[in-house]
């Protein structure tokens, strides 16, 4: 297939707008019902990388006003220092309801705002140009706020790249940047009626198509929810074959699933010792003036040392 000139352009004027997005990790990304202040209080104490205060799937319909509330307040006390460096996000109700409005208004109109705004159900590029619009008039300040984009239909695949080059080129005059894509397996299995089974074959193709846009644009990919929340070490399973598939990350729907996902997706003993060694020998070589070179049989140019750096960048987390 031949790629014209424009279309080039276009995906890498968006690449360069997405270099800074792999900065904050996002390896479990935990989601708390905005209506029970314990379980929000009880989160921070679990060393979650990203969590959220949910405003949609997490609370029933009757308690949407009590989500809203409870979450205002809660932002309004400044974000809670729990001696690392962690995402705080607030996932709204998606734009076909009647909540999404005040949902963004509550959060983003106080003086304290979340690090990010989790926008479910992005089916299209209206939906995108509408939640830009709405944001930017709620948004007061010049601090720069994180978009996560939840993909979660068979029109929102069909139109994921259009997607990620439209957020891209609004976040030139808006006050967000979109920074992940997440994949929401339930809704999309019930959107095109797939029977899941234990291996999830079937969402296979839907879960690479993911991760492969979202990193031709430099964005993270959060996998989907293992909802057996009981069942850690299939979970276990799931969320080192999300990493092998290029994931960054995996949503969390429950306390004891965090530990299990933050390790899954840290590089093995083995990972860190290859990488530390290849970069150890690239820097002998830059001193030598080569530049492609050999490390354990095989040929090494700068793809592959800056993935050794990504190792172990990422091996120093906790």
Not at 148 to 162: G, Q, T
Not at 183 to 211: H, M, P
Not at 304 to 311: G, P, R, S, Y
């Amino acid at each position: 297939m031949i790629i014209g000139k424009t279309a080039v352009r276009t995906v890498l004027s968006c690449y360069k707008i997405f270099t800074r997005n792999y900065n904050v990790p996002r390896r479990a990304l935990m989601y708390v019902p905005g209506d029970d202040l314990r379980k929000i209080s009880k989160s921070f104490t679990l060393n979650a990388d990203c969590i959220v205060l949910d405003c949609e799937d997490g609370v029933a319909i009757n308690q949407k006003n009590v989500a809203r509330e409870t979450i205002r307040s809660f932002l309004q006390k400044g974000k809670p220092n729990i001696g690392r460096e962690y995402d705080l996000g607030v996932r709204i109700n998606s734009l076909d309801t009647e909540f999404w409005q005040e949902d963004l208004r509550s959060c983003l109109n106080g003086e304290f705002r979340p690090d990010t705004i989790l926008l479910p159900k992005v089916d299209d590029i209206e939906t995108l140009k509408l939640f830009s619009d709405t944001a930017n008039t709620y948004i007061t300040t010049d601090k720069i706020l994180n978009l996560i984009i939840y993909i979660e239909s068979a029109k929102s695949f069909v139109n994921l790249i259009d997607i990620c080059k439209t957020a891209g080129t609004l976040s030139n005059k808006s006050k967000f940047r979109p920074v992940a894509l997440v994949f929401g397996s339930d809704d999309f299995c019930a959107n095109i009626g797939i029977t899941r089974t234990t291996d999830s074959v079937e969402i296979l193709y839907a879960r690479q198509k993911l991760v492969l846009t979202a990193k031709a644009f430099n964005l993270q990919a959060i996998d989907m929810v293992y909802i057996k929340y009981k069942d850690l070490e299939g979970l276990k399973i799931q969320s080192e074959e999300g990493a092998r598939l290029g994931y960054t990350g995996k949503q969390v729907i429950h306390p004891a699933q965090v530990p299990i996902v933050q390790e899954a997706f840290l590089p093995t003993s083995t990972q860190v010792e290859w990488a530390t060694g290849l970069l150890e020998s690239f820097e002998k070589h830059q001193k030598q003036g080569k530049g492609a070179f050999n490390y354990k049989g095989n040929m090494i140019d700068m793809p592959t040392v800056k993935q050794a750096e990504n190792i172990i960048k990422l091996s120093k987390l906790q």
